[in-house]
């Protein structure tokens, strides 16, 4: 098994343009998530997804937007990107375990820089 | 508002000189506490799920425990290769809304000289 995979690996983008990043991954688990990870801040998450066309925000949801049409596919859209959308951004899977805890497993992560 | 606070932010030891990290939560109900490694430029490695007061897990020279308000990650003898940042979370016992809905702290990073 592949895990989590995140494309790009790293990205310039200019304040006002827009772009996706991909996340996917291969274990069939039903939760996806979007995290990001500035200095000092540890990670915060953005928005997630228990299922299949089901998404709902997190602590920072302004400025992105997720779907979620298959298991495998979580994509982040950030729509008209801002210096202050310049970090990393991890996505993460997991499942449901039998105790109600879900161990979440991250990708390598984006590397964002917004001029 | 979940909160996580870990302790302290950066630790430097020398090789073979135990420790501890601590990771303070304040949680409306407590689902678990995990514990992660993350190396410079990649994401967090799971390392332990804690789901009750009193619990504790080992691997190698890393061991975890949990009191109802904080964790600790204590190191034996660490080797440089321990060195690494440290990150904490906690997911809420929240009915089916907290899948998929982690607070991390902002870690603790630990530097293992030989």
């Known amino acids: 098994n592949a895990g989590v995979t995140q494309t790009p690996k790293f990205q310039v983008l200019k304040t006002g343009q827009s772009m996706t990043l991909q996340c996917a991954q291969d274990?069939?688990?039903?939760?996806m998530s979007w995290y990001r990870q500035d200095p000092g801040m540890g990670l915060r998450l953005i928005h997630y997804s228990v299922g299949a066309g089901i998404t709902d925000q997190g602590e920072v949801p302004n400025g992105y937007n997720v779907s979620r049409s298959t298991t495998e596919d979580f994509p982040l859209r950030l729509l008209s990107a801002a210096p202050s959308q310049t970090s990393v951004y991890f996505c993460?899977?997991?499942?449901?375990?039998?105790?109600?805890?879900?161990?979440?497993?991250f990708g390598p992560g984006t590397r964002l820089t917004v001029l | 508002e979940d909160q996580v606070t870990q302790s302290p932010e950066a630790l430097r030891l020398q090789e073979g000189e135990s420790s501890s990290l601590n990771c303070s939560y304040t949680v409306s109900g407590l689902r678990g506490l995990f514990w992660y490694r993350q190396d410079p430029g990649k994401g967090p490695e799971f390392l332990f799920t804690l789901y009750s007061a009193g619990e504790e897990k080992e691997k190698e020279r890393l061991k975890a425990t949990l009191t109802k308000k904080e964790s600790f990650l204590h190191i034996t003898a660490p080797k440089p290769e321990d060195s690494a940042t440290y990150l904490c979370a906690v997911q809420a016992d929240a009915g089916g809304t907290s899948y998929g809905k982690l607070t991390f702290g902002q870690g603790t990073i630990l530097t293992v000289h030989p």
């Open positions: 274990m069939n688990h039903e939760y």
């Open positions: 993460a899977s997991s499942y449901p375990s039998g105790s109600g805890a879900d161990t979440q497993y």
